[in-house]
């Protein structure tokens, strides 16, 4: 059983908190041009309720297939697809990415793989190849993998120590660092996220994941077989999104 099974549906009051919205402007900035082409079949890893699975087929995907270890989790996104106009255009597999998979109807079937808070489930080195073994498998020669995960740091815990935490809890969003990882791999830490109050049904939501340092990210991703670029993208704050949620964004990073 996956911890998230406890959370399912629940998981999308997160998308309410002020962090979301600089996510998905970002996420969509990145992934958008990638989706210009006619008949680009995406895969979406550690889908979750499904909320980026529809805006991938809405955002120009000729099929997405969408695929999560956690029963609950999927049983939202399958609710969310059923409802939508994309239902058709959809499909859902329970999988776990640590152990790779082809997921199409042969291997390296996909034009594009995303994963949107993918990456931090793994808890070192060996599982960060297991994941991106999973991505390789299912990625054309060519394709594109497009993730979100912690922010590159190759020495967290100056990160940790530098960020100032006060602000960011006004973006919804709380990280609890705490135990260190064996091998100077980065941290563990609990992700306490808090609905606004305007949210129906809106509850602490809390989960652990792991901040690894950045060079086991591009070292994992090379040993696994990806080829080509790796790039960082700078996540960007616009003005009228930090005037709308009254959080300046720029003081949380400077
Ligand atoms: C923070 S949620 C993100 C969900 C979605 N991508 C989004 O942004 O809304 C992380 C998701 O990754 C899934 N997950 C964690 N470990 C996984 C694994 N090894 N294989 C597949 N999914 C995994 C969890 O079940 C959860 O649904």
Redesign the pocket.
Known sequence: M????N?GLK?NA??STPWGRP?LFN?KKHIQPFLSKPQINVL??????????ELLADWGAATVTA????T???AGAKARIRNSRYASMVELFQ?????PTVYGPKPQSYDLI?????L???KDFK?LIC?FS?IRKNLKQGGVFVG?CMHPAEDVYNFIVHRNSKLWAMTGLEDIYHDRLPGDAGFVFK?VFHPPKAVKFGQTIE?E?YHLKKSLYEAAAWLAGLQGKLEWQHCEFPDNLQGELGVDFDAIFS
């Open positions: 996956s911890h998230y099974d959370i998981y997160i998308k996510e996420f979406d890893l550690g889908c979750g309720t499904g909320f980026y699975t695929v999560d270890v956690s609950a989790m999927l999988g776990d990415g640590l152990k995303a994963g949107v808070w993918f931090n489930y793994a599982e994941m999973t979100v992700a989960f994941a």
